[in-house]
């Protein structure tokens, strides 16, 4: 089956960047999504990329697929502490699995 | 319609009693999912609907754990003699359904508490 893995916490100061990184096995996705849950809520779709594009930019997150090294990743510019909460990379097969999510913190 | 809605938000039980989630979709999305979550990890798939047709099933849903869809709307989620380890928070989620983009769009969960 599908295997996604990222990183665990990243933490950032207000202002700053954040870059989230993830790996995935599959291939044959044709889309891969980015979610995010803050504390006690479900998941929100923020963005997706299309598996045949490099880069997807939408305000201020931009998304880089790596295809080749199944490489996905999801940057927040100017990042806010709004921003902080944990953040899914999500492959669909049939169903959808989720990596085991990043924490980012962002220090004021 | 204002997006996916799950009753009830939390749930306490005891160990051995029976419980029943239920699920509101989006109302134009014919997909339907359950997902487990766990502290710390990720969604963990549980089963899906395309319309009333439950296709997929995950191995982690043991026979105490059934669910439904009978009219391709709402879909309930039952465990049967709660145990421990059921403690987790069921998510549930909705998506068009049509070819290649199955985003989906989630409820904000039952919190179940095993006691």
């Known amino acids: 089956g599908e295997d996604v893995e990222q990183s665990l916490f990243l933490s950032v100061r207000e202002g700053d960047s954040s870059v989230i990184n993830c790996t995935y096995t599959?291939?044959?996705?044709?889309?891969l999504y980015w979610y995010k849950q803050e504390p006690g809520a479900g998941l929100q779709l923020l963005t997706y990329i299309f598996s045949n594009m490099d880069m997807k930019q939408d305000q201020r997150l931009t998304v880089l697929l790596n295809k080749k090294d199944k490489h996905l990743s999801l940057r927040i510019a100017d990042t806010q502490t709004g921003d902080s909460a944990i953040y899914f990379c999500?492959?669909?097969?049939?169903?959808?699995?989720f990596g085991i999510g990043t924490k980012l913190q962002v220090i004021p | 319609d204002t997006g996916v809605s799950q009753d009830p938000r939390h749930k306490i039980t005891k160990r051995g009693q029976n419980v029943t989630f239920r699920c509101d979709p989006i109302s134009e999305h014919n997909r339907l999912y359950w997902y487990r979550q766990t502290l710390g990890q990720g969604p963990e798939f549980l089963t899906y609907?395309?319309?009333?047709?439950?296709?997929?099933k995950s191995r982690l849903l043991s026979d105490r754990f059934s669910a439904e869809r009978p009219k391709g709307s709402f879909s309930t989620l039952e465990i049967q003699r709660t145990e421990q380890g059921d403690s987790a928070m069921y998510l549930c989620?909705?998506?068009?359904?049509?070819?290649?983009?199955?985003?989906?769009?989630f409820g904000p969960g039952t919190r179940l508490t095993v006691t």
């Open positions: 999500a492959v669909p097969d049939q169903k959808v699995t």
């Open positions: 989620a909705s998506s068009p359904g049509t070819s290649g983009r199955i985003e989906q769009y």
């Open positions: 599959d291939s044959s996705s044709t889309y």
């Open positions: 609907f395309q319309n009333e047709a439950q296709l997929e």
